[in-house]
């Protein structure tokens, strides 16, 4: 099992920036990518941008050059920076984290952090 946490998330003006924690815990040995979604309401989870354990990242084109995925192996801990922060990019944020393990697919999810941006 992999419990995620997490954290960061909160009110900021339009152009302003925020970081987002994912802090994992439990067993990590079989999870191949991490990630961030986001859900605004009324709309679908979409994936904001991931990283392979290999360190490959994807971004959702509404977001490149605007945010950063990174993680911290030895905190065990995954980070979103978000840069430039626009109206459209409030939405409750959600960690992700995926693999396989003999065969078992694993798909874990945090609780979900609220980003708020306004004009």
Not at 27 to 56: F, N
Not at 57 to 82: E, H, P
Not at 84 to 94: H, Q, R
């Amino acid at each position: 099992q992999v419990q995620l946490v997490e954290s960061g998330g909160g009110l900021v003006q339009a152009g302003g920036s925020l970081t987002l924690s994912c802090a994992a815990f439990g067993e990590l040995l079989c999870t191949s990518t991490m990630g961030w979604y986001r859900q605004a309401p009324g709309k679908e989870r979409d994936l904001v941008a991931s990283i392979t354990s290999r360190g490959r990242r994807y971004y959702q084109d509404s977001v490149k050059d605007r945010f950063s995925i990174s993680g911290d192996n030895a905190k065990n801990t995954l980070y979103l920076q978000m840069n430039s922060l626009k109206p459209e990019d409030t939405a409750v944020y959600y960690c992700n984290a995926v693999g396989s393990c003999l065969n078992v697919e694993q798909n874990f999810w945090g609780q979900g952090a609220q980003v708020t941006v306004s004009l």
